[in-house]
Nanobody
Framework: QVQLVESGGGSVQPGGSLRLSCAASGRSFSIHTMGWYRQAPGKQRELVARITSSDYTNYADSVKGRFTISRDNDKTTVNLQMTSLKPEDTAVYYC???????????????WGQGTQVTVSS
């Protein structure tokens, strides 16, 4: 099983920037996609950004041009650089990974514990 450990997040004023990171760990796995979702109070969890094993990326329309997702060279750490933050970006951000367990050739999903991002003046 793959564990995801998130870091970053916090509070920032509108227009500010934050960086989230998520590291995947485990044994004998291969990542298909990693990404970030967010959930604001009273709303459903939504995709923010995702990156595939071939480095294809896609973003929610609301964050295009402001957020950038990237992976470290080890392919098991994903970063989300968030700029020009708005109050509506306030949410709990969750890291997600879809991966294959090599020993069983079975695909799984894993979620991080979530990290709070608050944008407020």
């Amino acid at each position: 099983q793959v564990q995801l450990v998130e870091s970053g997040g916090g509070s920032v004023q509108p227009g500010g920037s934050l960086r989230l990171s998520c590291a995947a760990s485990g044994r004998s796995f291969s990542i298909h996609t990693m990404g970030w979702y967010r959930q604001a109070p009273g709303k459903q969890r939504e995709l923010v950004a995702r990156i595939t094993s071939s480095d294809y990326t896609n973003y929610a329309d609301s964050v295009k041009g402001r957020f950038t997702i990237s992976r470290d060279n080890d392919k098991t750490t994903v970063n989300l650089q968030m700029t020009s933050l708005k109050p509506e970006d306030t949410a709990v951000y969750y890291c997600h990974a879809n991966y294959r367990l090599i020993t069983t050739m079975t695909d799984f999903d894993s979620w991080g514990q979530g990290t709070q991002v608050t944008v407020s003046s």
